[in-house]
């Protein structure tokens, strides 16, 4: 059982990026699942999340907008598109899944969570 998270990089104020977050050994479709992420010498916080039911999403108030979460069932993946970045969205990002969504200062986190995935390190920057 795993999440493979990837896509991070380098980018410019403005530009745009892509993370995936494979899953092998689960269904991912089956749980709902989350985007995280880690700023330098923060608290990891709530980015994005998607039911398992009916794909309802929810987005922390710092990325509405700018990031889409979005599944493909038959890939076994799920990917944030983030547009518009800002400095302050450098971070280490995690998926993860999860059960009983919370929103919490702002943001969503899950109750409970099953599975995490390692971290892909997005860097906004001129």
């Known amino acids: 059982v795993q999440l493979q998270a990837s896509g991070g990089g380098l980018v410019q104020p403005g530009g745009s990026l892509r993370l995936s977050c494979a899953a092998s050994?689960?269904?991912?479709?089956?749980?709902?699942i989350g985007w995280f992420r880690q700023g330098p010498g923060k608290e990891r916080d709530g980015v994005a999340c998607m039911s398992s039911s009916d794909g309802s999403t929810y987005y922390a108030d710092s990325v509405k907008g700018r990031f889409t979460i979005s599944r493909d069932n038959a890939k076994n993946t799920v990917y944030l598109q983030m547009n518009s970045l800002k400095p302050e969205d450098t971070a280490v990002y995690y998926c993860?899944?999860?059960?009983?969504?919370?929103?919490?200062?702002?943001?969503?986190?899950?109750?409970?969570?099953?599975?995490w995935g390692q971290g892909t390190l997005v860097t906004v920057s001129s």
């Open positions: 050994g689960f269904t991912l479709g089956y749980y709902a």
């Open positions: 993860a899944t999860g059960r009983n969504l919370v929103r919490y200062s702002g943001s969503y986190y899950f109750a409970e969570y099953d599975y």
